[in-house]
Structures are given as C-alpha cells and as structure tokens.
C-alpha cells in the first residue's frame, strides 16, 4: 500500500506539473519586457488616482501609447523623465495637484445636517440619500482621512480636515468618498481661473467683490499670523493687493452680515495690511509660476486690467507681453491718481512683482500705430487683451468750452507735480460728481487754491464714493450740488468765470431720472481754471480701420468695446477686452477681475480652442445667503484707521491720508469676521477677545 | 425534488461558511466591500464546481481502487492547487477581461479551505456525479450570499459608531456570529 501511495503521488504530482508546464507553454501570454520596467519605476503605490486599478494596469497602458509618461499622481517629474526615457518619449510638463478642503464649517455645519445617530457624512449619504440643508458642509468626522493612502490628510482640533500639500499624490480618493463636495483637487491653473460657482460656499463678501477673492480665509489666515498665506490667498484673485487695499471702494463691506449685528468688519483695511506687510517686510513672497507653455499673448495696456491678465497668464505658464503707449506701466495708478492716495513707490513694488514672475513690457508702443492686430498675429501672438482703459473726458458743449483755462480732469491731474505745482490765489471751478471730480477737489485744495465743485445731483446719487467726497469736503472746497453750467465766461480767450443753474428732480423725494434746469436760477461764480470731470470714456480711435469702422461690436451702454461676460471674448474670436475700455469708467477691482477672467478665456482659447461655459457661474448675489438675522454673541468696536490732519494734508502731497495699522489691531479686527459660508457662519466670532474692556455680549448690551 | 432539497440545504441549512464554518479566512479576509465580496463569491463557485468535477472521479477511479482513500487531503490540495494555478493561466491567455477581473482572488482561492470542504464532503456524502456538482454549486452560492450579506452589513459598520476597541475585525466576528445563528434557524426546515 506504501508503494501504491508514494506511486499515486508521484503520478498525480507529476501529472499535475507536467499539465501545468504544458499549459505555461500553450498558455504563455507575451508581455512587453518595458510593462514590468515602466512598473519598477512607479513608488507602488496601486492608488488608482491615475484612472487604472493598478500600477501594473498604468504601467500597461503607458506601453501601449494609451497613457502619457507623466499620469502618475504619486510621482514627480523625476519618474515621469524615467517611464519617459524607457519609452523613448519626452516628459512634458504636469502640473501638480493637491486637494484641499474649501469647508471651514467644522461642528456649526453638523447642526445643518439631520443625523439620526449615524455620525459620519458617507454613512448619511449611504442612508438617506444625502438630502441635506447645506450642499457643502464639512462633518469633520474624517470619511477622507481613513481613505487616504498617503496620510496626507488629518482632522485638526475643529474637526475638519487640513491637507498636508507635500503628502498629497491627489489620487483623489478623498474628494471621491465626500458626499458633500468639501474637499476638491485642484492644481494651480484651475484655482487661479475658477470661476465662483452658485454652488460653492460662499460669503456674501466673495459674492459681492467682481475679483471673487477669498476674504474669511485670507483674514483667517492673517489672524492666525500666517501672512503669506493670507498675501497668497489675496494673489488667487488679487495680483495688485497694495493698490486695491488703497483704492477700492470695498463693496464687500457693505454686505457684510457682521453689518447687521453691528459694523461691517474692515475688509478692505486688512486687505491693505496684509499687502503693506509683504512691501514692509522688503522681501517678496514667491509666487509659483508653470514653465513657459509657448503661447505668446499680446496685451495692449499696462493698466490694472492688463497687468492683472499678464499675471495669470504668465502664471499658469504662458507668455504675455504688454504693450504700453506711455514709458511708464501701472496705467491710472501710475501718474493720475494723487499720490496722497496710492503713492508712486507703492505702484513700483507692485508693478515689479508682477514683472518679475517673467512678463515683458514693451514702453512706448502705441496700439494703431506701431503695432496692429495683423502685425501681433505675424510675430506669433496667438491671442490679444486689449484694456486701452478710459482716459478720454468728453467736451462740454458750452460757449467758449474751448477758451484757455478749461482743461479735462485727467490732463490735471497728471499735470499736478509737473507744470502744475502752486494754485495759491486762483479759484478753480471742479464740474462732475465722479471719484476723479473728487480727487482734482482734493489735489486743487492741496495746492492752495480756492475750490469750487458744480455737482449736478444729490449726494446720494453721486457716482464718486462717499468717502472720497467727504475727504474733498474736509480740506474746506465748495460742493454745490444740483447745479450745472450753462456757458463758459471768457475775456480775450482765457477763462473768467462760470454760469451755472440750479436744476432739480421731477420729485425731488423720489430723486429719480435726470434733473431738470429749474428757470431764472442762473448765478455767476469766477474762476481762473476750469477742470472737466464729468466722465471718462474710451478712445476708440486706434481701433478704426482705414474706413473709419471698428472691427468690434460695441457696447452701447458704456461706449466701450462688447464682450462675453464670463470670458471677455469680444466679436473678433482671438481678441479680448477688459477694463474700462469694456466697463467705461470703473473701479480698480474690476479692472483685475476682468484681467482675470480674460486671462481664463485666452487660456481655453489658445490651449483648447474653444471656452468651456462655466456651470452654474455666480453672476449676482445668491439671495439666500441674504440673512436678516443675526445669532451673534459678542460685539466688538470696529477698528479706527489713523489719518494725518486735515492742516498736514493741505501741505503735502506725499503722504497717505490713511495710516496703516498694527498687527494686533488687525488680529482684533480679523477676529470680528464671522467667517461665514452660504448660509452658515461663526456665532462665537471674537470670543479670543472677550476679556476687553471694549467687547460685551450682545445678550448683556440691554441691560445695561 | 431530491435535487431541489439538497441545492437549498446546501445554501441555507448546511451554508459552507455560516453552519459548517468553512472558509472563515477569506470570509473575513474579503468582506470589507460589496464588490469584492461579488468578485470573490464568483470565483469560489467557479472553482468549487471545477475541483468537483475533478476531485470525484480522481476519488472514484484512483483512491477507492487502490484502497488509498486516507491520501484524500492531500490529493485534492495538490488537485485544487494545480487547478486554480491551470484556470488562471487559461483566463489570462482566453479571457484576459474575466482575468483581470478576478485579479487577486483566483490565488487566494488556493488557500480556500471551502473548496477542499466541498470535496471531501461529497465523497463523505458519497453523492454521485451529478449530485456533486450540484452541490458544489449550492454550496458556493451560499459562500457567496453569507459574503455579500456580512459585507453590506460591514460597510455600514465602517462608519458606524462602533466602540473604538471593537472597531475592524472584532465587530466583524462578532456580526459573523450573529449571522451563524440567524442561519441555524433554517435547521428542520428540510427534514
């Protein structure tokens, strides 16, 4: 029996490795020898975030010339240069990716959500379906941190997840199980273009302001002492922080819900602080650029709008040039508003920063005549921004308009410190309600002179900002509103005086439509200079062909060139436009959104060929995140900017009228920020600062 | 009628993994998801009605003659071994697809001890050929019921609030055993 044993055994074995030897040979599938090489220089990481179950699927797919050298998530360019010379191909360029969490919610977006005992996000979505209050809320209770494969993602001490950037492949897998959507991967290009979304959590700050920028996580940031992420955070909308931070007339603020409690925070003073602190500190803070794509892009105009274009163009790894009439770049900020408002060294730092991110400019080159759009495609531009901005005043078409002493608002004021330097004596008569009108008033006082406005409405329907006109009306000048002139008053043709009338609205309650001129109110008021600020428009002159027709559509409302809204393509398909040359006269901060915007167009245009439309885009302000009420527990004062006096202000021109603020003071007022989502926000804000003598609870306000 | 009892006692009275306690390993090993509990189960039926097919004439025509039935174990784990090593190289030549689909499981079947359960069992059961592989049919449906069933529960229980000390596999253990009762209830059903 032992032999018949040992005999079947070794029959069967035998049997069995003769067949499986037989079958290895008939079986034997061929496999291309560089699979298994292409594999050994993958990290092994068998994440899937390259699309393929496996390493060994990608490997494959690479060998067959289905899958790029580079699809690796979990490799650098280093491996991607490996599998590339194994191929015998060349590596190009990936932009790195990472995921990050957009939701700052932590437990307050758990009280949105109704649980009924399951305690985390992907068992709610398993169970009911994820029908939820809130599209977006982060749970904190870590689906993504026990996917990742990488332990590149942990739950901070709120509970919500911090990503670890230099640990991230962004395979993706994290952004996969949040049923909520509050961890997304992105790279830079499609963070610095994206667009807001109606279904991104937005504060009504991001809504309101037209360069979309992040401002709860830029305050956050500076609150937590984190200043360059908070000054890069700013760059995601913003390349010209300094000159916003001085000159823009924060919209935000006057959404903000913090409003509604007590005072709006201080946006735009933080926002400054934040930029003063980059130029103070003497060291620019390095801004991550892609490697040069070879797409060239022309930028006719080194304004705020075509800087702001240069900026995520060369940022995402094309290559701008800008084109500028003037030997200077910075376009109004450079030379036309005063210095008391955003000084001349300012713009210069700003200005260089984005120059050294590899823009070329190109001074003295004026559109129409040393270049055309022809010339621009023969050198090899593939697109063109044109932002020309507004710098013409339309004439006034009053007797003697012409006479010498009348002069436009720009013309002064980029005269100011050049021929014009002492109006002691003089009486100047400023006609217009725009912010320019306010700032020739202010530099006309500043001078010495005796300032008269003719403001042809109410205050309230001024288009200069309430601020500017209360600055122009410390340092002593006139404002008469509702008044217009109806001629000029010249002797040997040189101005003497002004004749104006008093007008008025059909219902001056109501103060709707154009005011009329209210008869036999005419009145005489000398002046030895006349400065025209009624508005600003394009000049559309470089534009005309030899017939005298400009090859765009124009925008009848703003007399400025029409474009798409979202990708400021204009009718010419490779030409877009932005700024004032778009909008007519405008703010600084939609100058730089449009630069944006178009820089996102020009990129699809010139890689893709055709502009993807943006999905669900955020165009007004979403009306549910318009609270009317507020649960805030404490009330903090808002913060106090230093200003110089009034007397020191009529002495120079050189210094800010604003000062700048401490970093304690900006950490207090940051902490008034709500930080606030689409419909969520932080009840307890300030609660740090509870022991200060100037913070109470809004509950013991009453009882006081 | 014969057939129809002893295709649903093999699934739910006599169930290979719940009742008689066969392939526990992979039964932990592979239930963390539904899909690859579906892609596991498949494979096992597969292999389960190949190592049949083969073990039962092997015993019928080699072991009993020979009167060398006690080399039994042995036999069928180099059979099912060499079986599962065969089918894999056939699927990656004929059906490259079905292979990469079954990725990891065809060799972890190698190691199923529910195959070799099922072999031994139909010749214990002395059942025909026929009968057999009826039965390493039923038997491997239930394998793969018992693991869709343990595996749905089981994703559920991931996120869970299951005390941090019997998080994982004890929590599984513990939801194995409450199925393996559940399942003894069918007994007496069939008489």
């Known amino acids: ?272 602080f934040v930029a003063d602190w980059e130029m103070n500190s003497g060291n620019r803070v390095n801004l991550n650029c892609n490697p040069p794509s070879g797409h060239k892009v022309a930028i006719i105009g080194g304004g705020p709008a075509g800087l702001s274009a240069a900026y995520f163009l060369r940022r995402i790894g094309h290559e701008p040039v800008i084109f500028e009439k003037r030997e200077e770049i910075g376009g109004m900020m450079k030379g036309i508003i005063p210095e008391y408002r955003l000084p001349s060294k300012v713009v210069d730092w700003e200005v260089q920063t984005i120059l050294d991110l590899g823009v070329e400019v190109q001074n003295g080159v004026e559109f129409g005549k040393d270049i055309t759009f022809e010339t621009l495609e023969r050198d090899g531009y593939e697109a063109v921004f044109i932002a020309t901005g507004a710098w013409k005043v339309p004439a006034l078409e009053l007797e003697n308009a012409d006479a010498e002493g009348v002069m436009d608002a720009v013309t002064f004021l980029e005269e100011v410190g050049k021929s014009i330097n002492d109006l002691k004596g003089k009486k100047v008569v400023v006609i217009g309600d725009t912010n320019t009108a306010m700032d020739v008033v202010r530099s006309g006082a500043r001078l010495g002179c005796d300032v008269t406005s003719l403001v042809g409405c109410i205050q309230r329907k001024m288009s200069a900002n309430k601020n500017e006109v209360k600055r122009a009306s410390e340092l002593g000048s006139e404002l008469l509103f509702l008044t217009k002139p109806s001629r000029f008053i010249a002797e040997n043709g040189k101005v003497t005086g002004v004749e104006y009338i008093e007008v008025q609205y059909k219902d001056p309650k109501k103060a709707l439509g154009e005011p009329l001129p209210v008869e036999g109110t005419e009145q005489t008021i000398d002046a030895d200079l006349i400065v025209i600020a009624t508005d600003r428009v394009p000049d559309m002159t470089p534009f005309m062909n030899a017939e005298g027709e400009i090859p765009f559509k124009l925008n009848k409302k703003t007399g400025g060139i029409d474009c798409d809204k979202t990708s400021m393509q204009t009718s010419v398909p490779s030409v877009f436009v932005g700024g004032e040359l778009h909008t007519g006269r405008s703010i600084i901060i939609q100058a730089v959104a449009d630069g944006r915007m178009a820089a996102r167009g020009i990129h699809h245009f010139i890689t893709d060929g055709a502009i993807p439309e943006p999905v669900n885009p955020q165009l007004r302000v979403i009306p549910e995140s318009i609270l009317k009420n507020m649960d805030v527990t404490y009330t903090i004062p808002r913060i106090n900017v230093p200003e110089i006096t009034v007397e020191e202000r009529r002495s120079t021109f050189k210094e800010e009228v604003k000062g700048s603020i401490v970093y304690e003071a900006a950490r207090k007022e940051g902490s008034r920020c709500l930080r606030c989502g689409l419909t969520c926000y932080d009840a307890e804000a300030g609660a740090e600062y509870a022991q200060d003598s100037d913070v109470q609870k809004f509950s013991e306000l009453g009882k006081e | 009628m014969e057939y129809f009892l002893l295709f649903i006692s093999a699934i739910f009275i006599n169930n290979i993994v719940l009742v008689q306690y066969l392939g526990a390993c992979p039964f932990m090993g592979t239930s963390k998801s539904t899909d690859v509990a579906l892609g596991m189960g498949g494979a096992v039926i597969f292999v389960t009605l190949m190592a049949t097919a083969i073990t039962w004439p092997l015993h019928q025509f080699i072991l009993i003659p020979y009167g060398i039935e006690y080399l039994q174990t042995i036999v069928f784990i180099l059979v099912i071994a060499s079986l599962v090593q065969f089918v894999e190289m056939f699927l990656k030549k004929v059906i490259p697809p079905l292979y990469k689909s079954l990725g990891l499981f065809l060799p972890l079947i190698t190691t199923n001890c529910a195959v070799l359960g099922v072999a031994i069992m139909v010749q214990r059961n002395e059942y025909s050929f026929l009968k057999s592989m009826m039965y390493g049919l039923a038997s491997g449906i239930g394998f793969l019921i018992a693991l869709v069933i343990i595996s749905s529960i089981r994703e559920r229980l991931d996120v869970a609030p299951v005390p941090h000390v019997f998080r994982g596999v004890p929590i599984a253990l513990i939801t194995a055993g409450v199925m393996s009762l559940i399942f003894f209830a069918f007994k007496g059903m069939v008489a």
């Open chain 1, 1 to 272: 029996m032992v032999t018949s044993s040992i005999l079947v055994l070794f029959l069967l074995g035998l049997t069995a490795a003769a067949v499986l030897a037989a079958a290895s040979k008939v079986l034997h599938v061929e496999e291309d020898p560089r699979i298994a090489e292409v594999e050994g220089c993958f990290p092994g990481a068998n994440c899937g975030g390259c699309g393929y179950p496996g390493c060994n699927a990608a490997a494959g797919a690479i060998v067959k010339g289905e899958a790029a050298p580079e699809i690796c998530v979990a490799g650098g360019p280093e491996i991607a240069e490996n599998i590339a010379s194994i191929m015998g191909l060349e590596a190009t360029f990936k932009e790195p990716k990472v995921a990050n969490n957009i939701c700052t919610g932590g437990s307050r977006a758990n009280l949105l959500f109704d649980y009924e005992g399951v305690e985390d996000c992907r068992a709610e979505a398993l169970l009911y379906g994820g029908e939820k209050s809130c599209g977006l809320g982060c749970l904190g209770l870590g689906s993504c941190v026990k996917v990742c494969g990488f332990d590149a993602i942990r739950l901070n001490e709120e509970g919500v997840p911090v990503v670890d950037m230099n640990a991230c492949v962004s395979c993706g897998k994290c952004a996969e199980v949040c049923p909520t959507g509050a961890i997304r991967v992105s790279g830079m290009t499609m963070d610095l273009l994206h667009l807001n979304k109606i279904d991104d959590c937005l504060a009504p700050c991001m809504q309101k302001c037209p360069a979309q920028i992040d401002v709860r996580t830029y305050i956050n940031q500076m609150k937590n002492g984190d200043m360059r992420g908070a000054l890069l955070t700013m760059k995601e909308r913003n390349p010209l922080p300094l000159a916003v931070g001085r000159l823009c007339p924060a919209p935000c603020e006057t959404i903000c819900r913090r409003n509604i409690a007590d005072d709006g925070v201080a946006i735009h003073t933080l926002h400054r």
